[in-house]
């Protein structure tokens, strides 16, 4: 399987806990790279079309108003914003890409030359839009496999079949999971199914809380981990309670475990490791 990355891609998922904050968006960049995250992952989607004026005007709590209009509005990036992001980047040496929501934003971000586009479990069922980026893009694909059954796995499979590689990751839409739905056994299933189509890069999306569900989605062949992270805790937040803390050194933490999962997980292939020896002496 050539596509297969060397080590587990750790991504550090901002989703919008940057609150639309630039300063805060740059601190965030600082502490990902220095926890030891491989990538970074923001969102980007044009607002007022991707939401119905009903869900618009839907009544939300935040400090930015009282509908989930001004909410989302106020914590969405523009062009000009994600140009400093990039920059941030740059400088603290660590990569980037986005959740991309729809074509417009797909758009907007093609001058920043990304290597990497997001299909999130949020617009499984936008199949229009699936077949306009399988249409404009043919490089890497991380698709989350939320709120769907097995028939998607097909289903991407086909969609994105000129793509170069697809990372396929379980996730379960709860925030927080609870752990008898996390279904860590689906990432042993998208492993089996990699040995089938080597396009296929099996991963895991955490909306559980804790490492322990990434530690095992390791064991189970994962080589993409997402994990949503903040700065401190923020209540009016989306996914607040999921997500770890950069500056408490609570994502650092998680890093740490899951770079000892893998460690731990080692090869399939079976051998003499240097530490054994033989309690009693062999006869001969």
């Known amino acids: 399987m050539h596509n297969v990355p060397d080590k587990v891609i750790?991504?550090?998922e901002f989703t919008t806990n940057h609150v639309g904050d630039l300063n805060r968006l740059r601190r965030m960049v600082r502490f990902a790279k220095e926890s030891g995250a491989d990538?970074?992952?923001?969102?980007?989607?044009?607002?007022?079309?991707?939401?119905?004026?009903?869900q618009l005007d839907v009544p939300y709590t935040s400090p930015f108003g009282t509908t989930l209009g001004d909410y989302r509005r106020a914590l969405e990036l523009s062009v000009d914003?994600?140009?400093e992001f990039d920059a941030e980047c740059k400088k603290m040496e660590i990569d980037w890409f986005a959740t991309v929501l729809d074509f417009e934003s797909f758009v907007s971000l093609?001058?920043?030359?990304?290597?990497?586009?997001?299909?999130?479990?949020?617009?499984?069922?936008h199949k229009d839009y699936h077949a306009k980026i399988a249409e404009h893009?043919?490089?890497?694909?991380?698709?989350?496999?939320?709120?769907?059954?097995?028939?998607?796995?097909?289903?991407?499979?086909?969609?994105?079949?000129e793509n170069e590689t697809v990372y396929l990751l379980q996730a379960t839409s709860a925030y927080p999971t609870p752990a008898q739905d996390c279904a860590i056994a689906v990432v042993r299933h998208y492993h089996a199914l990699s040995k089938k189509n080597p396009k296929i890069i099996p991963g895991y999306s955490s909306h559980d809380e804790g490492a322990l569900g990434c530690m095992m989605a390791v064991a189970a062949g994962a080589r993409m981990i997402e994990k949503h992270v903040k700065l401190g805790s923020t209540?009016?937040?989306?996914?607040?309670?999921?997500?770890?803390d950069l500056d408490t050194g609570e994502f650092a933490r998680f890093v740490r475990d899951i770079r000892r999962a893998e460690m731990m997980c080692g090869s399939e292939i079976k051998e003499i490791k240097a530490s054994e020896h033989h309690k009693y002496p062999v006869n001969k």
């Open 39 to 54: 990538l970074i992952k923001i969102q980007k989607r044009n607002v007022d079309s991707f939401y119905s004026k009903d």
């Open 110 to 125: 093609q001058p920043f030359n990304r290597h990497l586009h997001k299909i999130p479990s949020t617009i499984s069922d």
């Open 235 to 244: 209540p009016w937040v989306h996914y607040n309670s999921v997500a770890l």
């Open 137 to 161: 893009y043919k490089g890497p694909l991380v698709v989350s496999t939320g709120y769907t059954s097995s028939d998607y796995e097909d289903y991407v499979q086909k969609t994105f079949r």
């Open 81 to 83: 914003d994600i140009r």
């Open 10 to 12: 750790i991504v550090a």
